[in-house]
Every structure is written in structure tokens, then in C-alpha cells.
């Protein structure tokens, strides 16, 4: 079992900035990758970025690339994403998720991801 808390999401205003943090534990020593994957209302899951557990390799949505970042602490114990220039339409529930999958393509939908935080509410105000 790995489990996944995040936190620091809250309501900003656009062009504001906000950093989450997933805080891991348990059984973390297969893991591969791990995720950020947002819910807007009425919509489904998105991929948004993805580090390896290493952290030599980062990916990002297109619609994210260039204003949110994906690290990791040198403790491998907390994964973030800072996000800058939010805009309303990244007004969402942000997840974190836990991958064991080496291949990349798995890590840009919700099927390569097996364990979930509790999601944190990003609101972004116009």
C-alpha cells in the first residue's frame, strides 16, 4: 500500500501562483513515476505532470507546460507543483497518483496510476 496526502491548494486570483504538495509513504520502493492529474467540474480526469522517482525526467500537459513545475525533495518523501500564471480554466481537483509503470506513455492517462491522494480544490478566480 503506498499512501498519498496532498495539500496547499486554496482560491487564487489569475496570474496568481500556488504550490501543492504530496506528501508519500508506505510501500514506495517500486514506484515509477509519480503524477499530478486534475478534475474540473463536469469533466474527466486530465493529466497535468508527471515525475520520475529518480526525478531526471519530467512531463507535462500541453496546456500546463512552460507555467507549472514538477519536483520532488531529495528525501523522495514529497512530490509538488508549482503552479504560476494560473488561469480560471486550471480550477480543478488536483491528485496526486502513484505509478509503477517504466513506460512513459502510461503516465499521461488514468489507468497507469495505481494509488490516489484525496485531491486538493485549486480555485482560480478571473
Known amino acids: 500500500q503506498v499512501q498519498l496526502v496532498e495539500s496547499g491548494g486554496g482560491l487564487v486570483q489569475s496570474g496568481g501562483s500556488l504550490k501543492l504538495s504530496c506528501a508519500a509513504s508506505?510501500?514506495?520502493?517500486?514506484?515509477?513515476?509519480m503524477g499530478w492529474i486534475r478534475q474540473a467540474p463536469g469533466k474527466e480526469r486530465d493529466f497535468v505532470a508527471a515525475?520520475?522517482?529518480?526525478?531526471?525526467?519530467?512531463y507535462y500537459a500541453d496546456s500546463v507546460a512552460g507555467r507549472f513545475t514538477v519536483s520532488r525533495d531529495s528525501a523522495k518523501t514529497t512530490f509538488y507543483l508549482h503552479m504560476n500564471g494560473l488561469k480560471p480554466e486550471d480550477t480543478a481537483i488536483y491528485y496526486c497518483?502513484?505509478?509503477?509503470?517504466?513506460?512513459?506513455?502510461?503516465?499521461?492517462?488514468?489507468?497507469?496510476?495505481?494509488?490516489w491522494g484525496q485531491g486538493t480544490q485549486v480555485t482560480v478566480s478571473s
Open positions: 515525475i520520475t522517482w529518480s526525478g531526471s525526467r519530467t
Open positions: 497518483a502513484h505509478s509503477r509503470a517504466y513506460l512513459a506513455g502510461h503516465y499521461f492517462g488514468s489507468t497507469g496510476y495505481d494509488y
Open positions: 508506505g510501500r514506495t520502493e517500486n514506484t515509477a513515476a
